[in-house]
C-alpha cells in the first residue's frame, strides 16, 4: 500500500506491473498488505495538479495510439474504463481511490466473457500493450462536465465554479489512483474546447496530432460505415455541422478535418508556447522515440524514464504508415476530398510523396 496524506492505501500499478504477474486475489487480500511508513511516498506534489497533458486531434488521426504509448511513462496516469464510470457519478468523491483501484485490478482478473467489452483484456487499443488497465476518453466525465449543446464548442464561459472543482478533482483522484503526479487525457472533442481547458488548467500541456486529411477521411467513412450507416454524423460536431449536411459523406469527413485543425491552431496561442507541440501521425508511426522525446520534453517529463528495455520492446510494435486510403476511396471520391482541403493539405505538406518529418 502507499502512503498519501498520511493514510495507507492499496497496491498499485507498480507492485502488480501486469495481470499475468499475479494470480487471482480477492478485494481482501488487495487490501491487505501495508508498507512500512519509510516506504510509503508522499502524495504528489499538488503544482502538478494544473499541468495535465491534453492529446488534441480530429477523430481518427491516431490520439489513442499516442495516448497508448504516453501512460506507459512511469509519471503519467490516465482515465480507465472504470475510472470513467466512477468519475462520471455525482457520489465519486465519497470513493477512495484506491478502493476503487482494488475493485478495477480483481475485475480485470475475472473471466473476459463475464465483463462488459470496455472492461476485457489484456490489451490495449490497437497496439496491443500490456496493460494493467485499458485506457478511456472519459465519456461518462465530459457527459457530466458539460450540458448537451448541438455543437462540441466549448469557452471560459462554459466554466462555472461548479465545473472548475469538479473536473479539478477528477485530476487529483486519477492522481491518487495511479500514484503518479500527471495526467494523460485524449478526446477529439477538445478539439473545440481549447478555451474551456485553458480557463480551467492555464499552464496545460497541449499535443495536437496531425494526419493526412484523405486517410483521415477513408477511416472516418469505415466508422461511419460500422456504426450505422455512411450518411449518419459520426464523431465530433463542431460549430456549424449541420450546414454540411447536405454534402456527400467525403466532403463532411474532409470539413471535419479541416475545422479540427483550424480550431485547434486558433486557440493554441492561449497556452503557453512551450506548452504546445505539433507532432504528424506518419512521423510518430516512422519514428515513435524521437517523436516521444519530443512530446515528453515539452510535458516537462524526463524522456529517459520512458526508454526502459520493456518500452523499447513495446516501441517495435509500431509499424510504419500505409496508404490504404487510396484503396478505401474511390477516384471520384479522391477527387472531391483533395478539392476541398487542397490548401490545407499543402499546409501540412501533405502534397508531396513523402510523409512530413
Not at 500499478?13 to 481482501?28: E, F, H, K, L, M
Not at 517523436?291 to 513495446?314: C, D, G, M, Y
Request: with cysteine; proline share 11%.
Amino acid at each position: 500500500m502507499r502512503r498519501l496524506n498520511g493514510r495507507c492505501r492499496s497496491p498499485h500499478v507498480n507492485d502488480v506491473p501486469n495481470r499475468s504477474a499475479v494470480g487471482p486475489v480477492s478485494i481482501a487480500q488487495a487490501s491487505s498488505h501495508c508498507r512500512p511508513p519509510e516506504l510509503c511516498p508522499a502524495v504528489p506534489p499538488r503544482d502538478f495538479m494544473d499541468r495535465p497533458i491534453f492529446i488534441v486531434g480530429c477523430p481518427r488521426s491516431g490520439t489513442g495510439i499516442l495516448q497508448q504509448l504516453v501512460r506507459l511513462h512511469p509519471q503519467v496516469a490516465w482515465i480507465t474504463p472504470f475510472s470513467n464510470g466512477v468519475c462520471g457519478k455525482p457520489w465519486f468523491r465519497h470513493v477512495p481511490p484506491s478502493a476503487a483501484w482494488s475493485i478495477e485490478w480483481v475485475l480485470h482478473r475475472l473471466p473476459n466473457a463475464t465483463l462488459p467489452p470496455l472492461l476485457r483484456g489484456p490489451y490495449d487499443g490497437s497496439l496491443g500493450l500490456p496493460s494493467t488497465f485499458e485506457t478511456h476518453e472519459g465519456h461518462a466525465i465530459w457527459d457530466r462536465a458539460l450540458p448537451p449543446a448541438e455543437d462540441h464548442r466549448a469557452t471560459a464561459e462554459n466554466v462555472t465554479s461548479a465545473t472548475r472543482e469538479y473536473l479539478h478533482d477528477v485530476v487529483r483522484w486519477h492522481r491518487r489512483y495511479h500514484d503518479r503526479p500527471r495526467l494523460v487525457w485524449k478526446t477529439p472533442k477538445n478539439a473545440f474546447r481549447l478555451p474551456f481547458l485553458q480557463a480551467l488548467f492555464p499552464q496545460a500541456h497541449i499535443i495536437h496530432l496531425i494526419r493526412d486529411g484523405r486517410a483521415v477521411a477513408a477511416s472516418i467513412l469505415k466508422r461511419r460505415r460500422a456504426s450505422g450507416g455512411l450518411h449518419q454524423w459520426w464523431g465530433v460536431r463542431p460549430p456549424g455541422w449541420q450546414s454540411v449536411q447536405s454534402a456527400t459523406p467525403v466532403e463532411q469527413a474532409a470539413w471535419t478535418w479541416k475545422q479540427c485543425i483550424s480550431q485547434i491552431r486558433a486557440d493554441l496561442g492561449r497556452f503557453p508556447e512551450d506548452h504546445c507541440l505539433e507532432v504528424h501521425y506518419e512521423s510518430l508511426l516512422n519514428a515513435p522515440g524521437r517523436v516521444l522525446r519530443r512530446v515528453f520534453s515539452t510535458a516537462s517529463l524526463s524522456p529517459e524514464e520512458f526508454f526502459t528495455r520493456e518500452n523499447h520492446r513495446h516501441l517495435d510494435k509500431v509499424r510504419p504508415p500505409r496508404t490504404t486510403w487510396r484503396m478505401r476511396l474511390q477516384a471520384e471520391q479522391i477527387e472531391r476530398l483533395e478539392e476541398a482541403i487542397a490548401p490545407t493539405l499543402q499546409e501540412y505538406g501533405y502534397d508531396k510523396p513523402a510523409p512530413p518529418s
